[in-house]
């Protein structure tokens, strides 16, 4: 390879050196951005399956909805996720809950 076209070949390495940079911090902030999100449907379907089959789905979806909707900035996610992971934990040792575990449940939410 000759001299004159190292100069070129640096400037693109530096370029794909920047975009590949680039695209780890979007992959980043994409992961983020959805982590709160998984996590809240983990718990939500998890509560649904070992709720009492006669428990209405729609009023721990909508609980859970409003507490969504409440964690808006990012504090109050931050919390939120948290929140969402003991829960989760709690949840694991868990096979089936009562009407009135699943309301003490949306109650702390």
């Known amino acids: 390879m000759s001299e004159k ?18 695209g780890i911090v979007v992959a980043f902030w994409v992961l983020n951005s959805y982590k709160i999100d998984l996590a809240h449907r983990v718990v939500v379907n998890a509560i649904i399956q070992k709720a009492p089959p006669d428990y209405p789905h729609d009023h721990i979806e909508s609980a859970f909805q409003r507490a969504r909707a409440e964690a808006s900035d990012s504090i109050s996610e931050q919390k939120y996720l948290e ?6 934990r709690r949840l694991e040792k868990r096979q089936s809950l ?9 109650e702390g939410l």
């Open 5 to 22: 076209h190292t100069p070129r070949l640096r400037a693109r390495a530096r370029i794909l050196l920047a975009v590949a940079g680039l």
């Open 83 to 88: 929140k969402l992971l003991r829960l989760s």
């Open 98 to 106: 009562t009407s009135g575990q699943v309301e003490g449940i949306l």
